[in-house]
């Protein structure tokens, strides 16, 4: 099979690799769609001599089972996150993934959407219900109580998915930043309920006093950083009451870290990747479980996936894809390899 491995610039190796053979409680998968996420390329620049298939966004078939796995039948159509850090990744015609972040989508669900889902859509989970510890679409928010959300950087798809999962929860008001993404943003707000969008490119000062504006008066103790800069960070400590807890969706790099002022605001960094690991405690266990709710809601119509495009050439366009990515080039929108076309 073929499969590519992404080096620090970024520069992306097409390469010859046996088909992976699952291992106890793994799948794999024949890939027919993979997504690109700015991980991709910032990983590799961040830790000298990495070099990996970065991909962790796949959708495609089962292709076969490893031991201990229920629920899965060979050819059922599926979409799933790769653990990072370890081989047989999405960027390939065949990937592997643990069954647990493994779910089936339904046949009105194509393969290139199902794929916008996996790694966003679990790092905005994490962050709205194992860093902030908000209520969840199965205890929701009761009545009319109000508790506020600030989301910077609603057009990613991380941030995204956040508005959507914490609609389903019933939280609101959403207030969240935007910039040329802000029209698809204000599509999953809820305006009657308090939501709205400001546009980050007024500049700082003027984006905090909106905040606070559309605040109305209440304290900010939630917030989501779904872009990964110092701005950003910058921006939600001056809007947070000095109890509230940033969740961050990306880290910054290590060597900017003393940038950031402390204050007393807690800033919890999104580790997902969490979910695989014994430690802490309840990780696997929240990827079993919100897994299905996401195959749940796929099912029901009641979670859509990310605006995509995909980039052309199949694992030959992962080299443009984080690019562009690279470049700051895409808005409001994933990019898409389509891997196999068979289906």
């Not at 916008?116 to 109580?145: H, K, Q």
Request: aromatic fraction near 8%.
């Amino acid at each position: 099979m073929k499969e590519v491995i992404v080096r620090v610039g970024p520069k992306c190796e097409l390469k010859d690799s046996p088909i992976p053979s699952p291992g106890p409680g793994q799948i794999t998968i024949k890939v027919y769609a993979a997504a690109a996420n700015p991980k991709d390329w910032k990983l590799a620049e961040w830790f000298e001599g990495r070099a990996l298939n970065e991909g962790e966004d796949m959708s495609g078939t089962v292709h076969a089972i490893g031991e201990g796995v229920s629920g899965f039948s060979i050819g059922d159509r599926v979409a799933a996150l790769h653990d990072n850090a370890t081989p047989h990744g999405a960027y390939a015609e065949y990937a592997v993934a643990w069954a647990f972040t493994t779910f089936r989508i339904p046949a009105s669900v194509t393969y290139e959407e199902a794929s916008t889902f996996p790694l966003a859509i679990e790092t905005a989970a994490w962050a709205l219900w194992r860093d902030l510890v908000l209520p969840t679409p199965w205890t929701p928010v009761s009545g009319e109580d109000r508790v506020p959300l600030v989301i910077n950087g609603g057009s990613t798809a991380v941030g995204a998915f956040a508005i959507k999962l914490a609609s389903l929860a019933n939280i609101h008001p959403i207030v969240t930043t935007a910039g040329s993404g802000k029209a698809f943003v204000e599509t999953l707000l809820d305006k009657e309920k308090g939501d709205i969008c400001i546009d980050y490119r007024a500049g700082k000062d003027e984006t905090v006093a909106a905040i606070k504006k559309a605040l109305h008066g209440q304290q900010c103790k939630h917030s989501i950083d779904a872009v990964g800069d110092l701005a950003g960070h910058d921006l939600l400590q001056a809007i947070m009451s000095p109890d509230g807890t940033i969740s961050l969706s990306l880290p910054v790099q290590p060597t900017d870290s003393s940038s950031l002022v402390a204050k007393t605001v807690v800033m919890s960094s999104v580790s997902i990747f969490e979910t695989y690991a014994p430690s802490p405690p309840g990780g696997q266990a929240f990827g079993v479980m919100f897994t299905k709710y996401v195959e749940y809601a796929i099912g029901k119509g009641l979670l859509k996936g990310h605006p995509y495009e995909v980039i052309p050439g199949g694992l030959l366009g992962v080299q443009t894809a984080l690019d562009n990515l690279k470049a700051g080039k895409v808005s409001a929108s994933k990019y898409v390899l389509r891997v196999i076309s068979d289906a």
